[in-house]
């Protein structure tokens, strides 16, 4: 990972980027005074390369590439502990929400496995109109080239009866597939440029 | 009788069939008619939200315009990640920078209609008075650990019940079937759940903590009232177990299923048997004085190596 280098900050300072985060989350993120009290709340904080104090901080001073490239955006589980606890009354679980889809937006996932994980739960949703949480398991396996991730709880599910082995369908699919191909022509364009997903080794569903 | 529009949810469906079941059981115990809504589909749940915020409003909206379409004002969900969407999908709807767009895709707006989880139907629509006065098979005796979750009661102005960092309305049902409910110090931890796969180490270290902490106040079950804290804690204790080097072997039923079990229903019938880590423990009756002396403390003998172990665990040793 490379570190920002603080002392030249603002050569690296996009003010673009500032304003984008404040108008999709709707969060005035310059109102963070840097108490920690979000990064002491987060369970997660152990797992970060950046704590969330510092995302904001960093997000203060537009710095795009090192915000939307970190670990931490896409490891925060959106418990919602740093939102109830910010005496600003900053919900920090949103502006860390909007900044996973800029992300995904532009591409710059740094976890590839939580993103295809997400990809294939969004790809039987669109398929079925339900997750098929017995299918998403062997299909993510085989795509992050991890084969056995949890299969030492199949025999017990299966004596419980809890693994179902065919997906239930919906009837009224081809609604749910028109939702995903509306929303994903125009998800550039809402942000008034229009820039198609690069393409890449990273997949979409 | 009150209708209430019943949104399941995906994994009401695989992993949390008996939530489902104890669930319309309880309700019908209580004369609330739940409307399974037709034909629903998923919310889209994190990986939707993370894609477009929009999307996820449009799946979780599409199905409150169902609901609407059949007459119910209030829609109810037992899982807190899809009562996030279903809310979400409100405020989207209640915007007016993306309320046409919402309508567009939805094909209506879903203004006017209430949605909860089933820990607030329960709660205030039933109570806890109604359930003591219901109870046929006290659970006295039984230490039950409340656990809400991280997202049950969070972001207060979003959910609007209950409290977001000291949550009670689940202790008050745990204490009206008779059951004691300790205070919890980690109601609305996250337990991991999100990372079960994707990063297993997560689950062990988070969902490690909290069953400790169950087992050191003497809890012999840890009550959920959310399939994935659910799944993450029973279905995955084992492999907490091996993460945390403990030997942790804590039931984790619903909360419908507690609900239930007081209201003298039958056990199986509330799908007590598809829980992964055996409830016998709490079937014991402990109503009468001289089995309360054969109480257990908790199902739990401390690992040898279980980290940051309070002087080998002895508190929570079987008395």
Redesign the interface.
């Known amino acids: 990972m490379e570190r920002t280098n603080t002392l030249s900050i603002q050569q690296s300072r996009d003010n673009d980027f500032i304003r984008e985060v404040e108008e999709a989350s709707g969060q005035t993120v310059s109102k963070c005074y840097q108490c920690g009290n979000c990064m002491a709340s987060c369970v997660y904080t152990f797992a970060y390369d950046y704590p969330v104090t510092q995302i904001m901080r960093l997000t203060q001073l537009g710095q795009r590439d090192t915000v939307l490239g970190s670990s931490s955006i896409w490891l925060c589980a959106n418990c919602q502990a740093c939102t109830t606890r910010c005496p600003q009354n900053i919900d920090v679980a949103q502006v860390m929400e909007t900044l996973r889809v800029m992300s995904r937006k532009a591409n710059t996932v740094s976890q590839r496995d939580i993103r295809v994980f997400y990809d294939e739960f969004l790809r039987s949703v669109k398929t079925f109109g339900r997750v098929f949480e017995t299918g998403l398991l062997p299909v993510y396996n085989l795509r992050t080239k991890r084969p056995f991730t949890d299969f030492d709880l199949a025999p017990r599910l299966m004596w419980k009866g809890k693994l179902s082995f065919l997906p239930a369908r919906i009837k009224k699919r081809k609604k749910i597939a028109q939702i995903f191909e509306v929303i994903k022509r125009d998800r550039f364009s809402k942000d008034g440029k229009a820039r198609p997903e690069p393409l890449s080794s990273q997949t979409d569903i | 009788m009150k209708r209430v529009a019943y949104y399941k949810g995906?994994?009401l469906?695989?992993?949390a069939?008996e939530y489902d079941r104890s669930t319309r059981i309880v309700c019908e115990a209580f004369g609330i008619e739940l409307v399974e809504i037709p034909?629903?589909?998923?919310c889209?749940?994190?990986?939707?939200?993370?894609?477009?915020?929009?999307?996820s409003a449009?799946?979780a909206g599409?199905n409150l315009a169902i609901a609407a379409d059949n007459g119910c004002d209030m829609v109810m969900t037992p899982c807190p990640g899809c009562l996030k969407s279903l809310k979400g999908a409100q405020e989207t709807c209640e915007d007016p920078q993306q309320r046409k767009?919402f309508v567009?895709?939805v094909g209506k707006d879903v203004d006017g209609l209430k949605t909860v989880s089933l820990l607030q139907l329960l709660y205030e629509e039933v109570g806890a008075e109604a359930l003591q006065k219901a109870v046929q098979r006290p659970l006295t005796g039984h230490v039950l650990i409340p656990y809400y979750g991280?997202?049950l009661t969070?972001?207060?102005q979003k959910a609007r019940f209950d409290d977001?960092?000291n949550p009670i309305s689940m202790d008050r049902l745990i204490e009206a079937t008779g059951a004691t409910a300790p205070d919890f110090p980690y109601k609305?931890?996250?337990c991991?759940a999100?990372?079960?796969?994707?990063?297993?180490d997560?689950v062990g270290?988070?969902g490690g903590r909290i069953l400790d902490m169950a087992a050191r106040l003497g809890g012999e079950a840890i009550v959920v009232a959310c399939p994935l804290c659910q799944q993450n804690l029973d279905?995955?204790q084992?492999?907490i177990n091996k993460y945390y080097k403990s030997a942790f072997n804590l039931p984790v039923p619903y909360i419908s299923q507690i609900i239930g079990l007081a209201l003298g229903i039958d056990p199986k019938v509330l799908g007590l048997?598809?829980l992964?880590v055996s409830p016998r423990v709490l079937l014991e009756d402990r109503t009468q004085p001289d089995q309360e002396a054969q109480r257990v403390g908790a199902a739990v003998k401390p690992g040898p190596n279980q980290p940051g172990g309070i002087a080998g665990g002895e508190s929570i040793q079987p008395s």
């Open positions: 995906c994994s469906e695989g992993l069939v034909d629903w589909n998923c889209g749940s994190t990986p939707a939200h993370s894609y477009d915020p929009l999307l449009a799946l599409r767009a567009d895709l991280c997202l969070r972001p207060a977001p960092e609305t931890e996250c991991g999100t990372y079960g796969v994707t990063r297993n997560f270290r988070l279905m995955r084992k492999q048997n598809k992964c």
